[in-house]
């Protein structure tokens, strides 16, 4: 199958004081269509740089970036963001920060039909009762749903997604993924997520892509993660290869971010040793708080 | 409880009642031994209670064009400042956003504002005299207008634009991926995202121009507060200009305190 979403020879340059710095460099990724994509990498190797020129927020210093056969050169309501901080217009209730994007996007449908669609996005999100409140009345937490029924409401090709639960408690954050597997399930949609967190890409993703260490950064490597969906918290924890796979992510992190790789990690097969015993212990001793 | 209750009231009073008026007794008998001593010319702060008091008793009266109670010219200033305060928002607030917005714009018309804005209203009023010369026996109420506008709008243009710059990337770039035209963007992100510093602009704009009023109606001679103030220094009745003096002191605080609540209502947005 063709891929839905092909990044190729991706570079960011960034103008500085000190010189042109480039953060990003050599990134290609081929997503396929109703894929689930994680994206990890450590903080300021330029996750988010990656995620914003592909929603065309951010220009292209070099390579290109194909959606669904078109290339990309701006920001449009195909590709719904959900940004690092839900930056809703706080001078707005939270429906009204669902209309004004439901209102571009089903310009011909009639006042009613927007209103539902509107409404239909909110209340599967869980805010059913607070629609009608001031966003910035909101709890960081109701921002982040409203955020994401937001950008599902466009009913984009393509969820672009920024670290979108980085700032809530746990519970509100394992409710939330719920919410974001059901709605792309349900509307089959192709996913990209940035995120720190190593649960989280496993828990919801079918591919998890590491980025190397910045200034110029890349993909260095790639694990498939091929867990039965619908996924479900507990089995995973049961499942020795949740363990298996985690190890992979965390060594990636600890040790080989810093290195590029010597070929392209786009082929390389998903290599998952198993876990001594000991070093499981010693897995969750320091990631139990994470 | 009960007692809690009165110790808070207490300090209230003591706070909003006592305190001020221990200020405002050190300046009467300051004032009364100045008057007594050193500036025989003063009058002493019961004659000048005494020579107002038809002026605030009667405060609508009026006797001829320029002997008229204190809140008529009052309302007759107010009139003007409010036709060249609003004149002042109308050509600042669209000044502030090009230049909040454009980079060029700012470049180009930047210094010129820099050098314009620390001109004093004294050094306006001829030139708005000489503009609307044509306007015959108006000239002096178009000269007035026009050095109102031009002296307050500035912190209207420049809190615009502070605003406009202010406006997070984050909002914008909901309205880019939204897809939003300029005319949406503007009205329903960027206004928005702008008023309260426009609130600001405005508050500040506002006591200008009061300041302003003064100055223009003691060289143009229309009645009001100042023209009044002038008119009472040119005839010796001293006791009178610091009636003005009280009056536009209390007038100036009062506007500030009412666009002060405007501004709260629309920080917390
Ligand atoms: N406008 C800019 N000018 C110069 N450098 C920039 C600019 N924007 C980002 N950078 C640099 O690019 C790098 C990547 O930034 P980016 O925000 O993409 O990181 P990130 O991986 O999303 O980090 P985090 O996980 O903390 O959000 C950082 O080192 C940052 O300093
Ligand atoms: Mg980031």
């Known amino acids: 199958m063709s891929s839905f979403l092909e990044i190729s020879q991706l570079h960011k340059t960034f103008p500085t004081p000190k ?33 914003s020129m592909i929603a065309g927020l951010a220009d292209i210093s070099e390579g290109g970036i194909i959606l669904s056969g078109k290339e990309v050169t701006d920001a449009g309501p195909d590709r ?18 669902v209309m004004l994007g439901v209102n571009q996007v089903y310009y011909t449908a009639s006042k009613l039909e927007r209103t539902q669609i509107a409404e239909y996005y909110l209340s599967l999100v869980g805010l059913g009762d607070a629609m009608h409140k001031r966003s910035s009345e909101l709890s960081q937490g109701m921002k982040q749903r409203c955020g994401i029924a937001r950008a599902f409401a466009l009913s984009p090709k393509m969820l672009l ?50 980025m190397t260490d910045g200034p110029n950064a890349t993909v260095g490597d790639i694990l498939e993660v091929n867990f039965p969906r619908p996924r479900n918290r507990k ?56 | 409880m009960n007692s809690q209750k009165f110790d808070h009231f207490v300090r209230r009073f003591v706070d909003l009642i006592l305190l ?8 009467l008998v300051l004032w009364s031994i100045s008057s007594a001593t050193w500036a025989k010319e003063l009058p002493s702060p019961t004659k000048t209670w005494e020579a107002s008091k038809p002026y605030v008793v009667e405060p609508f009266a009026k006797r001829g064009e320029m002997d008229q109670g204190i809140l008529r010219f009052t309302w007759y200033s107010l009139q003007l400042v409010a036709k060249g305060y609003v004149i002042a928002l109308l050509i600042g607030t669209p000044i502030g956003f090009f230049l909040g917005l454009s980079k060029t714009f700012t470049k180009i018309f930047d210094p010129l504002i820099q050098i314009l804005r620390p001109v004093s209203p004294l050094a306006w009023l001829p030139l708005g005299l000489v503009l609307f010369i044509s306007m015959g026996k108006e000239a ?47 009205t329903t992100i960027l206004l928005p995202a ?43 009745i001293y006791e009178h200009i610091i009636l003005s003096i009280i009056v536009i002191g209390v007038v100036g605080f009062i506007l500030d305190r009412l666009m002060s609540l405007v501004e709260s ?5």
């Open chain 2, 20 to 27: 001020p008026c221990i200020g405002l007794g050190i300046v």
């Open chain 2, 194 to 236: 702008t008023l309260p510093y426009m609130f600001t602009g405005f508050r500040l704009s506002l006591g200008i121009s009061w300041l302003v009023i003064v100055a223009a109606e003691m060289l143009t001679g229309t009645p009001g507060v100042g023209g009044f103030l002038w008119q009472e220094y040119n005839s010796l």
């Open chain 2, 265 to 269: 209502r629309f920080k917390t947005a």
């Open chain 1, 235 to 290: 089995q995973l924890l049961e499942d020795p290869a949740y363990y298996a796979a985690r190890e992979h992510l965390i060594t990636f992190l600890e040790e080989r971010s810093h290195h590029r790789p010597h070929r392209p990690a786009q082929d390389r097969p998903p290599a998952a040793p198993a876990p001594s015993a000991g070093g499981l212990r010693k897995l969750f001793g320091s990631f139990a708080s994470t």
């Open chain 1, 80 to 97: 719904g963001v959900v940004f690092q901080s839900p930056c809703l217009l706080p001078w707005m209730t939270a429906f009204e920060n």
């Open chain 1, 161 to 210: 997604l920024d670290e979108p639960f980085g700032m809530l408690d746990n519970l509100t954050k394992m409710e939330l993924q719920d919410v974001l597997l059901d709605l792309w399930q349900r509307d089959q949609k192709t996913a990209l997520i940035v995120t720190h967190d190593v649960d989280e890409a496993l828990y919801l993703a079918d591919r998890v892509v590491m």
């Open chain 1, 19 to 51: 010189g042109p710095l480039t953060v990003v460099e050599d990134f290609n990724l081929k997503i396929r269509k109703g894929e689930f994509i994680a994206l990890i990498g450590h903080s300021g190797c330029g996750k988010s740089t990656v995620l």
């Open chain 2, 140 to 186: 002096g109420t178009y000269g007035a207008l026009f050095t109102i506008a031009i002296c307050s709008m500035w912190p209207t243009v420049l809190n615009t634009a502070v605003g406009v710059r202010a406006v997070p990337q984050d909002y914008l770039n909901v309205g880019r991926v939204l897809k939003l035209s300029r005319w949406k963007t503007l």
